[in-house]
């Protein structure tokens, strides 16, 4: 879909759906985005080195992370 120049309406679907589950996932008005793309980018990266000690590192450290209490 990223590289298909024809898919302009197929993407705009997927952006809303993008934004949709960022909002879900949001515990104020600017962290779904973040949240959701570090989410994503640590299931690649873990899918990515799957059977190795590194890949439930990213994990464990990922998850720590993100339900750490935030900090003002």
Same mark, same amino acid.
């Given at each position: !879909?990223?590289?298909?120049? @024809?898919?302009?309406?197929?993407? $705009?679907?997927?952006?809303?759906? +993008?934004?949709?589950?960022?909002?879900? !996932? *949001?515990?104020?008005?600017?962290?779904?985005?973040? +949240? !959701?793309? @570090?989410? +994503?980018?640590?299931?690649?990266?873990?899918r990515a080195?799957?059977? @190795?000690?590194? *890949?439930?590192?990213?994990? $464990? *450290?990922?998850?720590?992370?993100? @339900?750490? %209490?935030h900090r %003002?």
């Amino acid at each position: !879909m990223a590289r298909e120049p @024809t898919a302009g309406e197929l993407r $705009e679907t997927y952006a809303a759906g +993008v934004r949709e589950f960022a909002a879900w !996932m *949001s515990t104020d008005a600017d962290d779904g985005l973040p +949240v !959701m793309a @570090t989410l +994503v980018g640590a299931i690649l990266l873990a899918r990515a080195t799957a059977g @190795t000690e590194l *890949s439930e590192k990213i994990l $464990e *450290s990922t998850h720590k992370a993100l @339900t750490a %209490p935030h900090r %003002p």
